[in-house]
């Protein structure tokens, strides 16, 4: 295992429901992100946070909102999502301050009917 | 913004035979380049990767070559196995104020069989 761990492992929701996706991180790094991965598509980053501050948001819909309490866990709540938000999404950590290598958690398959 | 183009996006090997997954990148600037490999519900993890300062990076039947003039870099797996059935990603990154941002390829599906 790569010392980052996601819960639920796997999710299904309705399109009112309200839901949380958790990561942590045993690495010591201080820099934490969100991938969406979707079939056929390449991981497409959503948010970057170093040292607790988000740092990247790269044009997600408000209906993701993510929160980052410290450097070892990332939340990304989930709100009134569609169907086509229905993918693998993954946490990641690194270094911050120039250390490039990020090590990936298992992923949450979400499923929005 | 960066666009990493990856091929094929499967390939088909025989056990011992070698698989080479090749990529493209659009941005100069880039300088870093790790390769995942997916396993089937597992996350990426990281198998190679090679910085811009470097031709070729091998580790033990893993080895990664950069040609930055052409800006194409190639995954090269020697003496496959069926463990090795997996799906790989190429990435491209460069320094950011947030960091570095990893941009992906699409993947390739690699089948290793016995």
């Known amino acids: 295992e790569t010392g980052v761990t996601q819960t639920p492992r796997h999710l299904v929701m309705g399109m009112t429901n309200k839901k949380s996706l958790k990561c942590e991180q045993h690495l010591g790094h201080n820099a934490m992100y969100w991938y969406k991965q979707s079939a056929k598509k390449p991981l497409e980053l959503m948010f970057v946070y170093n040292f607790k501050e988000q740092t990247e948001n790269n044009s997600v819909p408000s209906r993701f909102s993510p929160e980052c309490p410290n450097s070892s866990h990332l939340f990304l709540h989930l709100h009134t999502l569609q169907p086509e938000d229905s993918a693998l999404y993954l946490c990641?950590?690194?270094?911050?301050?120039?250390?490039?290598?990020?090590?990936f958690g298992p992923g949450t398959r979400l499923l929005v009917l | 913004g960066e666009n990493v183009e990856q091929h094929p996006s499967t390939l088909s090997v025989q056990e011992g035979d070698s698989a080479v997954i090749k990529c493209t990148y659009s941005d100069s600037a880039s300088n870093y380049f790790p390769w995942y490999k997916q396993e089937l519900g597992k996350g990426p993890q990281l198998i190679i990767d090679?910085?811009?300062?470097?031709g070729e990076k091998k580790d033990q039947r893993i080895a990664v070559t950069l040609n930055k003039t052409a800006k194409h870099f190639s995954l090269h797996i020697t003496e496959t196995q069926p463990e090795d059935s997996a799906v790989y990603f190429c990435a491209a990154s460069k320094k950011s104020n947030s960091g570095y941002a990893l941009n992906f390829g699409k993947g390739t599906s690699l089948l290793v069989t016995p």
């Open positions: 090679i910085r811009s300062n470097v």
């Open positions: 990641a950590s690194s270094q911050a301050g120039g250390r490039e290598t990020q090590y």
